[in-house]
């Protein structure tokens, strides 16, 4: 990976170690393709393969390199799930479609571990297990949770105690956990960059430093503009996540954009297997705690301290050697060798955003927290229903397909192409927009404070995956 490519992916512990470059052209021409892909992440690279496995011309446009925002800069950790609570699902949506939804989370899952194993790819180095630590002694709820999951969802969890999680973690801060032997951690540059030759040895095209500048998604195809050249294509998907802004304001103001460090120690050497003799990868207390797992051997990675500031690492590596030094203090004196920052985007409720905005106009955001599953998950949803037909998607998003424009609709918006370059919503547009954004940010706070935060009442411009009836 040469200085150019690296400086867009930022001094990671994956960009300095990624098992070979992936560059690709800017769109200096025009095409014609029937689906065009915004937004070289996980979600649009798994969309764009499983629409060209199924025969169908395909086009990715990435604004700067494939994967380099929270694609390739996450903790790498692959669990099934969603980033809102099972039990608020079941609250929410009843037992029948949050077992469904839950069903999916796992073949996104799934998805990722065959997409490995067949492909082959380098430098992913799956390892099994996830554990989610409690750092408070609160053993009943957790005994409850696993039994929803397990004998509702069909889930595989173990409800661990305190003895057997303070025997792999070796901290008197942990009490009980659930463990999940089926969730695994990979490499997710690696990843991102396997699943894009994947996408390529397809049939699909993939264009970097191409951002979409306008999109007219009006008629039987639609057109999109970048700096050196046009597509023509009968099927846009947006999958830009947090980054969608410019192209999409209204859209893109249903998601907040939340910044989330990472760090990597310097080599720990026998003391980290003293400390931490569990290989999998640890959350405690999900979003307002930490994230981590052992890479490189000896080096720990450590991910959390996510806020809506402006991305600065620097910030991060003296939280981040004191969090480590109060949770295992006998590793004494860690040094952090690499930090970078990554900007995810979360919905209001916790789910992703994934559906048919208007005809022919297609999203796949709100992944934050939980994406290396969903992205998969969206990827292949919307593919099968763009070639396919395949309703799964829309009978687990009955409301439109959990758009944020169809839900617009609903509430007596109206939306338009204006000098047929860019979306814009009227009417109830910007009120919803912006207690959507207020609501999101209220969560935030309780979530970073540690301060669990229930569900918010519905807020007509944030429909999601999960809004009532079965999936087929």
């Not at 099994?128 to 957790?142: F, I, M, R």
């Not at 303070?166 to 032997?181: I, T, V």
């Not at 203090?329 to 979360?346: K, Y």
Request: with cysteine; hydrophobic share 45%; charged share 20%.
């Amino acid at each position: 990976m040469n200085a150019t490519v690296q400086a867009d992916f930022g001094a990671s512990w994956y960009a300095g170690t990624a098992a070979g470059a992936f560059e690709r052209p800017r769109l200096t021409f025009d095409i014609d393709v029937d689906v065009c892909v915004i937004g070289g992440g996980l979600a649009g690279l798994t969309a764009a393969r499983e629409v060209a496995r199924r025969g169908w011309s395909v086009a990715v446009l990435e604004a700067k390199r494939v994967a380099w925002s929270a694609s390739g800069r996450n903790c790498g950790v692959v669990m099934p799930g969603f980033g809102s609570d099972p039990r608020r699902m079941v609250e929410r949506i009843g037992i029948d479609l949050a077992t469904d939804l839950w069903k999916l989370s796992e073949a996104g899952l799934d998805y990722v571990r065959t997409t490995i194993r067949d492909t082959g790819m380098p430098g992913v180095r799956p390892v099994s297990g996830w554990l989610d630590v409690s750092k408070a002694d609160n053993g009943d709820e957790l005994r409850a949770v696993a039994a929803l999951l397990k004998e509702k969802f069909g889930a595989a969890i173990e409800a661990w105690p305190t003895e057997r999680v303070r025997a792999g973690l070796k901290s008197d801060y942990y009490f009980q956990a659930l463990h999940y032997p089926g969730a695994f951690h990979i490499d997710p540059l690696n990843y991102a960059h396997g699943l894009a030759n994947a996408a390529l040895a397809a049939g699909a095209a993939i264009f970097e430093e191409s951002p979409a500048l306008a999109i007219d998604p009006a008629g039987v195809r639609k057109r999109i503009t970048t700096p050196s050249g046009r597509v023509r294509a009968a099927h846009i998907v947006l999958a830009g996540n947090a980054h969608l802004d410019a192209l999409v304001p209204r859209l893109a103001e249903t998601v907040l954009p939340v910044t989330s460090y990472v760090a990597v120690t310097a080599p720990l050497g026998e003391r980290l297997g003293e400390a931490i003799s569990y290989k999998g990868a640890v959350s405690d207390t999900r979003l307002s705690g930490a994230q981590y797992r052992i890479v490189g051997g000896d080096r720990l990675m450590w991910a959390g301290g996510v806020g809506t500031w402006p991305p600065s690492p620097r910030r991060a590596v003296g939280q981040f050697a004191s969090a480590i030094a109060r949770t295992f203090p006998q590793l004494g004196a860690v040094e952090i060798e690499h930090a970078w920052s990554g900007v995810m985007g979360f919905s209001v409720h916790g789910m992703p955003q994934v559906g048919e905005v208007i005809p022919g106009l297609w999203l796949a955001s709100g992944f934050g927290g939980h994406g290396l599953n969903t992205t998969a998950m969206a990827g292949e949803l919307i593919a099968g229903a763009i070639t396919d037909g395949d309703l799964t998607l829309t009978n687990c998003a009955p409301e439109h397909l959990a758009s944020v424009i169809a839900k617009l609709q609903q509430a007596g918006a109206r939306i338009e192409t204006i000098d047929k370059t860019t979306l814009r919503v009227r009417g109830v547009a910007a009120a919803a927009s912006a207690r959507s954004h207020d609501v999101a940010t209220s969560m935030l706070k309780r979530h970073v404070s540690g301060t669990p935060g229930s569900l918010p009442p519905r807020v007509p411009v944030a429909s999601s995956l999960g809004a009532s009836k079965r999936c087929a």
